[in-house]
């Protein structure tokens, strides 16, 4: 081979070698990325994973909340009812009371002049002048 040759034949080299550096560096970066996006999937399914289980704490968290506050409602509605229930009881109590007692009234009034008009009647007391 003559010298002008050689050099034709280094020179091809040369850049043969320079273009797989390149693409070498390319494939480089590329596992790279597919190593970081694996990663980053595994993180993501894992993070995932996290905030399912924290929904799902939520979830019961939330369910028995509303199953307390329904018990805590149905205890103060019942013990309304009673209280309602004996308010009424007296109240019905109180009104009978009060009606036999005004019939009594009327008896002993009757009987004792206390209602007659001044002057006339049973329970009449002349005036002394």
Not at 24 to 47: C, H, P, V, Y
Not at 85 to 97: F, N, P, S, V
Request: no cysteine.
């Amino acid at each position: 081979m003559r010298r002008d040759e050689l050099i034709e034949v280094i020179y091809r080299l040369m850049q043969s070698e320079e273009k797989l550096r390149t693409e070498n560096e390319e494939l480089k970066r590329r596992l790279r990325e597919q190593e970081m996006n694996i990663e980053n999937s595994g993180s993501i399914a894992e993070a995932a994973l996290k905030l399912s289980g924290i929904f799902d704490s939520a979830q019961r968290a939330g369910e028995i909340f509303v199953k307390q506050y329904r018990a805590q409602a149905e205890r103060m509605l019942e013990r309304a009812r009673r209280e309602a229930g004996a308010l009424g009881a007296a109240a019905r109590e109180g009104a009978q009371a009060t009606a036999e007692g005004t019939e009594h009234e009327d008896e002993a009034e009757q009987k004792s002049g206390e209602g007659d008009p001044p002057g006339t009647g049973h329970g009449a007391h002349p005036v002394e002048g």
